[in-house]
């Protein structure tokens, strides 16, 4: 797969993309020293600037500040890249700007000291040792990376193919999700990733730069960008390295990460990161619990959001930390779209503690959706009151117009956190006419959302938020303005975590 993606890029160069010329520009601008001569890379087209901080994302550049591929910082003095990007390259032959939205300022700017290229043919991954190391906080490598998981790509570059217009100067970013090896012809060694809308994905202009994954909240890195599937930008799936499979390579050479921290203790817990649920494939969602006294209760409750064009497809199971099996739901409700319940489970012959899983199989052909949040509340413990809560209560959002949907938070001490998260699903057929704004108990407002997106259909984003400054309890809102006219939707569900 690798010789045909180089074949690929080669092929588009000789077509007259605007890259030569950005390499010429870069190799007058160098004195003291050889120049690098990367091939052309991988880009984001579709995206949007990035929407929150990303401290070790790097721009790999000539040493005239010229940006050709991207990476992650992985530890303080290491970056994860694409082999491609780099092969040709050494010690003292390019650098990297670690920390910065924009490509050519901000962040800190290092020098390489060592280069080192993964020895199997098939792989395209790459490390680079930094001169000394940085104070950006790095990215920890994924622990697992599932078929329909919630995925985000990040890189800089021209946002069209044919390259006719400049790169951006601001770090882009691209929702997606991983597919079946069988739609990319990849293996073990790499990721598909999916093309919304049939012509949104990679590029040439972002080879090396990440995709990432969230696990209990936190990004992790699950992979670099590699290559495409077809002759144009997005109009098919794209390939990543896969870093869960390249993880202990990684480790024997810049030395193990961060383990991902334990679970808050209590007897419920949320996991609000989307899972696709591509059609006639089984997926799965985890909640970890610990510190939960005893066993589970006999009234055990599991809310569950689902959005599906045909729930009659779908049977939805809970799987306890021993293997026991609930079923939820099993190919009921027809043509019906969406679920939104909360089931009543007797889990009284279960220990609480250990993970659990929401396991939905499209048992038919057409349909597709995902996962969108769900809960587990398995009482018979002590565990301290939530501070959080959800709403799944339609909202219709007419046009022109503004729609407000509430949740009430009670019971929980002291201020909300610097890293809040709010999980938001819309549905409605022009996102960038939208403005979506979370308005705290005592009336300060945070915009999470101000008509990005343009012509996309709705909205599926976890946001972060700092609330430092705000009291948990109280009535927090979910404002969401119709800006332009033509387009009407609702609001979904949407969740405060605080």
């Known amino acids: 797969m690798r010789s045909t993606v180089k074949t690929l890029l080669a092929g588009v160069l000789i077509a007259g993309l605007s890259l030569p010329s950005l390499h010429a520009t870069a190799n007058a601008d160098v004195s003291g020293g050889p120049t690098p001569t990367p091939e052309p890379s991988i880009q984001i087209i579709g995206g949007r600037d990035a929407t929150e901080p990303y401290p070790f994302i790097a721009s790999l550049q000539t040493l005239g500040g010229s940006h050709f591929c991207g990476a992650a910082l992985i530890r303080s003095q290491w970056l994860y890249t694409a082999k491609h990007c780099i092969e040709d390259e050494g010690p003292g032959t390019f650098q990297a700007r670690i920390g910065s939205h924009n490509r050519t300022s901000g962040g800190t700017v290092a020098g390489v000291s060592q280069v080192i290229l993964h020895s199997s043919p098939a792989s395209d991954a790459a490390l680079v040792r930094l001169s000394s190391p940085v104070s950006h906080a790095p990215i920890d490598l994924a622990a697992a990376t599932p078929i329909g998981s919630a995925i985000r790509l990040l890189g800089w570059g021209a946002v069209c193919d044919p390259q006719s217009c400049p790169g951006p100067i601001i770090l882009q970013e691209l929702d997606t999700d991983i597919r079946p090896d069988s739609q990319c012809g990849t293996d073990q060694v790499e990721l598909c990733v ?91 969602s985890l909640i970890t619990i610990s510190g939960c006294t005893g066993n589970a209760s006999a009234t055990s409750t599991v809310p569950v959001s689902i959005v599906h064009t045909y729930i009659g497809d779908l049977i939805v199971t809970l799987v306890a930390p021993d293997g026991s099996t609930y079923i939820l739901h099993n190919r009921a409700g027809g043509s019906a779209d969406n679920i939104n319940t909360i089931y009543t489970v007797n889990l009284s012959s279960e220990l609480p503690n250990g993970t659990w899983r929401l396991r939905v199989q499209d048992a038919a052909a057409a349909d597709a959706g995902y996962i969108n949040s769900w809960t587990l509340n398995l009482g018979g413990g002590t565990a301290p009151p939530p501070c959080t809560g959800s709403n799944g209560t339609d909202v219709a959002i007419p ?17 909300a956190s610097a890293t809040s998260t709010v999980p938001v699903s819309i ?72």
């Open 194 to 284: 999916g093309n919304p809308d049939g012509w949104r994905g990679a590029c040439y202009g972002d080879s090396g730069g990440p995709a990432l994954i969230k696990a209990e909240g936190v990004w992790r890195l699950a992979g670099g960008t590699h290559g495409g599937t077809s002759s144009i930008c997005g109009q098919g799936p794209s390939i990543y390295t896969d870093a869960v499979y390249h993880k202990s390579w990684v480790e024997g050479i810049a030395g193990p990460g961060n383990p991902p921290p334990p679970p808050p203790p209590g007897c419920s817990a949320t996991n609000g990161t989307d899972v696709q649920i591509p059609d006639l494939s089984t997926v799965e």
């Open 399 to 415: 046009d022109l117009s503004t729609a407000t949907s509430t949740i009430t938070v009670s019971g929980c001490a002291g201020n």
């Open 427 to 498: 549905v409605h057929t022009y996102i960038g006419d939208l403005i979506v704004t979370l308005v705290a108990p005592d009336g300060s407002t945070y915009i999470l959302h101000n008509r990005a997106g343009g012509s996309a259909d709705n909205i599926n984003t976890t946001y972060t938020v700092n609330l430092s400054s705000e009291s948990r309890n109280g009535t927090w809102t979910l404002r969401v303005q119709d800006a332009a006219a033509a387009d009407t939707g609702h609001i979904d569900s949407w969740t405060v975590n605080l």
